[in-house]
């Protein structure tokens, strides 16, 4: 047996709101507890300390070629072309470029990841 949707009446959009209202409260009062936990905190502090992180990361990334092409006899031209392949990848992880990056394709050897499922 099948049951016609109820209609749209005055009381039900009031309780619709007054239900949107109250999950909406109640996300607002788990994320203070979060908060006051010390599980969540300022977002600005946290993305300063990742930015300063990533600047570090790639600084010594970048310093591979320079370091190292003594000890692999790297001619200069060599040294530059490792410089911006390196530099293009830092910058596609900086700024996830989809066009680039592939979630599903390891990008060491370029095989999928994950398996298409037939259905």
Not at 75 to 87: G, H, K, M, S, V
Not at 101 to 108: E, I, Y
């Amino acid at each position: 047996m099948r049951m016609k949707p109820p209609k749209e009446t005055t009381a039900g959009r009031i309780s619709q709101a007054r239900l949107t209202r109250l999950t909406r409260q109640n996300e607002k009062r788990e994320i203070e507890v979060q908060r006051l936990r010390g599980e969540v905190g300022p977002i600005e502090t946290f993305k300063q300390i990742v930015l300063k992180a990533n600047a570090v990361v790639k600084l010594q990334v970048l310093a591979v070629p320079i370091r190292e092409s003594p000890a692999l006899g790297l001619t200069p031209e060599q040294i530059a072309a490792l410089n911006r392949a390196l530099t293009d990848s830092l910058n596609d992880l900086a700024f996830n470029d989809e066009l680039k990056l592939q979630p599903d394709v390891c990008p060491t050897c370029g095989k999928k990841t994950r398996e298409e499922v037939a259905l």
